[in-house]
C-alpha cells in the first residue's frame, strides 16, 4: 500500500498516473494547498521541503520499514523501478527517458509554474516577468513539439515516466490561454495518452480531482492564503 500525499496540481496528477498504470493500492491523503495543509510539522517529517505530492511506501521491497519518497521525479523513477515498468532497465533507452524525465522537472515544470504564478496570482504590472517566462514556456513547448515530430512518445517507441511527467501539464497550459494548435505533434500525443485506461480512471477518480478554486486563469487570493503559497507561512514552514 502507498500513502499518496496529494493536492491535484500537475505534480501531483503524475503521480496518480503512475499508480493506476502499475496498480499499485494507495490511499490519498488530500491537502488544501491554499489552507496550508502542507506547512504542517507533520508533513515535513514527510518531505522537509513541504511540498506535494510525496509517498510513504508501507511495503517496499527488500526494506523492513516504510520509505518515504518526496519529488515527482524520484517518485516516478522510485515506483517505475519497483514495479519494473515504464523505465527501460539500462542503456541507451534508459539513458534517454531519465533525460526527458530531468527535462521536465528542472526545466518545463519550472516554467510553467512561473509563468502561472505572474499570469493567475501576482499583482497587475509584471509585464516583464509574465513575458520572460511565457516565451520561455513557448520555447520549451517547441522543443517538446519537435521531439513528439520523429518520436511516438518522449523517450522513444514506448510510453515511460516521461510521458507521465509531461502530460499533466496540458491543464496548465490551457489555463494559461495557450492552445495547442500550433503544435500539431504534441496535441496528437495529448490526445493518444488521454486515451489510455488508467489516464482516464486517474483523471475521473473523485478524490484526485482538482476542487474549483484551482482552476481558472485569474485567482484572488485572500491574505491567509497568499501567505501559505507565497508569503511568510511559506517560508517559515522551512524552519520548523
Not at 118 to 136: C, H, I, M, S
Amino acid at each position: 500500500m502507498i500513502d499518496l500525499h496529494y493536492s491535484a496540481t500537475p505534480n501531483g496528477q503524475k503521480i496518480a498516473i503512475m499508480l493506476e498504470e502499475i496498480g499499485e493500492p494507495c490511499r490519498v491523503i488530500p491537502y488544501d494547498i491554499f489552507e496550508g495543509d502542507q506547512l504542517s510539522a507533520a508533513f515535513g517529517r514527510i518531505n522537509p521541503n513541504h511540498k506535494l505530492p510525496a509517498i510513504v511506501d508501507q511495503n517496499p521491497v527488500g526494506e523492513d520499514r516504510p520509505v518515504t519518497v518526496f519529488e515527482s521525479g524520484a517518485i516516478l523513477q522510485y515506483l517505475a523501478e519497483k514495479s519494473g515498468r515504464f523505465l527501460p532497465a539500462s542503456g541507451a533507452a534508459r539513458a534517454t527517458v531519465l533525460s526527458w524525465l530531468t527535462w521536465q522537472v528542472a526545466g518545463l515544470g519550472p516554467m510553467s509554474g512561473q509563468a502561472s504564478h505572474f499570469l493567475r496570482y501576482a499583482p497587475a504590472g509584471q509585464d516583464y516577468a509574465v513575458e520572460r517566462y511565457t516565451k520561455e514556456l513557448k520555447r520549451l513547448l517547441t522543443v517538446l513539439e519537435k521531439r513528439l515530430e520523429k518520436s511516438v512518445y518522449v523517450g522513444g517507441a514506448d510510453y515511460t515516466i516521461a510521458d507521465m511527467a509531461i502530460w499533466p501539464g496540458r491543464a496548465s497550459a490551457f489555463v494559461m490561454g495557450m492552445g495547442l494548435d500550433e503544435w500539431p505533434a504534441m496535441h496528437a500525443w495529448f490526445e493518444r495518452i488521454g486515451e489510455r485506461p488508467a489516464v482516464v480512471r486517474a483523471m475521473a477518480r473523485d478524490d484526485l480531482k482538482a476542487p474549483a478554486k484551482y482552476i481558472g486563469r485569474h485567482q484572488k487570493l485572500d491574505d491567509k492564503e497568499w501567505s501559505n503559497m507565497f508569503g511568510d507561512a511559506n517560508h517559515a514552514a522551512a524552519k520548523d
